[in-house]
């Protein structure tokens, strides 16, 4: 098992939650825990979704896709009470008025971070994270996009499929 950067009580946590326990897949989810950039994850087999969805349930994930009208009111609360959010069925672009989240463009007011988000200036909390997932094979980002996120193949494995 790994234990390079990761926490083997951790990642056991994850295993149970319903991550694989192949080495990519672990090594997948320890990328996710050190990177500075949201994870946007290539899951065909809806893997990551349903370990995502497991693993935040404590925390009460907020599930949103890109056609709902919602979509930012939903980052808004999320943002403030620092609930996750998963992201799902993204395509090849993103929406523009994501920017700020992605670039985690917060800045300092007093003691508080705020983001603007729109035309509205929100409270920060520390605790927010933010999942993008695709069921898409092979998307093509465009460089714009790269920049922003940490890109993650989670297609399954055969150690996975195994497992």
Do not use: C
Not at 27 to 53: G, T
Not at 78 to 93: A, D
């Amino acid at each position: 098992m790994i234990t390079v950067l990761g926490d083997p009580v951790k990642i056991r946590a994850w295993n149970i939650d319903g991550l694989p326990s192949d080495n990519f897949s672990v090594e997948n989810a320890i990328i996710i825990n050190n990177s500075r950039r949201w994870p946007l994850f290539i899951d065909p087999q809806l893997q990551a979704n349903k370990w995502i969805k497991k693993m935040e349930a404590a925390r009460k994930i907020n599930i949103t896709k890109p056609n709902d009208g919602n979509i930012l009111r939903t980052l808004e609360n999320s943002i403030q009470f620092g609930k996750p959010v998963l992201l799902e069925n993204v395509y090849e672009s993103l929406d523009p008025s994501l920017n700020p989240v992605l670039m985690k463009s917060t800045y300092k007011k007093g003691n508080n971070l705020y983001i603007k988000l729109g035309d509205q200036d929100i409270e920060y909390s520390p605790d927010f994270f933010f999942y993008i997932t695709t069921k898409m094979r092979n998307p093509h980002y465009l460089p714009e996009v790269q920049t922003k996120v940490t890109l993650i193949n989670f297609m399954i494995t055969y150690e996975g499929l195994n497992d």
